[in-house]
């Protein structure tokens, strides 16, 4: 494949998505990634590992997709049916307060807080048009970067997801007796440690695992 233009490389890769010769559209897609947008090259490679039954590596490439902000449906259906397969409903079910915590900002992160934001932005613009005041204008400065700062902080957690299996230990050696057995495909939190990761989201999972068979989200 030489030489070939995008059009050519997304023809094959097409092709042979549709004749289900996974290993050869994803050998495309690894070749020739920039043929892709980032985001859309995310999504077919989490389409193709979906195929390939690979599905922590599919989970992990749909949820990057969308965190590149590509708002299809089809991204969502296919992460819904790869998640179900997974019982990833059941797995990272919240079981304390942090839990709930993490998974309600985490559906607020992004679109929703950003709008709020601009409603503030919005109606400060019209308070200080009114009249302008310091009082006002620290009012202003506070709605404005209260939701803007909270998805900041919401999108820098260092998530991840677990490839493969593997025991969760009570600390960061081996020397360590098991407390839990962390499954593959599900998104974990973690605090870097060296070669261990703290886990610090699910709660049924925490405790510290060896860092290698996690392949970590960058922020969005």
Not at 45 to 65: C, D, S, W
Not at 73 to 84: A, T
Not at 141 to 165: G, H, Q, T
Request: net charge negative.
């Amino acid at each position: 494949m030489e030489d070939t233009t995008i059009e050519d490389v997304l023809k094959t890769f097409e092709d042979f998505y549709a004749n289900k010769d996974y290993e050869k559209a994803l050998l495309t897609l690894e070749t020739h990634g920039e043929a892709f947008s980032p985001e859309v090259l995310h999504y077919n490679l989490g389409t193709v590992y979906a195929q390939m039954e690979n599905l922590p590596l599919a989970r992990f490439h749909l949820i990057k997709a969308q965190n590149l902000r590509l708002t299809k449906d089809v991204v969502q259906q296919n992460l819904n049916i790869v998640e179900e397969k997974l019982d990833i409903k059941r797995l990272e079910s919240a079981t304390s307060a942090q839990d709930h915590f993490v998974q309600i900002s985490s559906t607020l992160s992004g679109g929703i807080l950003n709008s709020l934001g601009l409603v503030f932005l919005i109606i400060g613009i019209l308070m200080l048009k009114q009249k302008r005041t310091a009082v006002r204008m620290m009012i202003f400065i506070f709605l404005v970067s209260l939701p803007w700062a909270f998805n900041f902080c919401v999108s820098s957690w260092p998530r991840a997801i677990v490839l493969e299996s593997q025991e969760v230990r009570e600390g960061p050696s081996q020397i360590f007796s098991p407390v839990a057995e962390l499954p593959a495909g599900v998104l974990i939190i973690v605090e870097e440690h060296g070669n261990w990761r703290k886990i610090t989201y699910p709660n049924r999972f925490r405790g510290w695992i060896k860092s290698q068979s996690i392949k970590e989200l960058e922020q969005k």
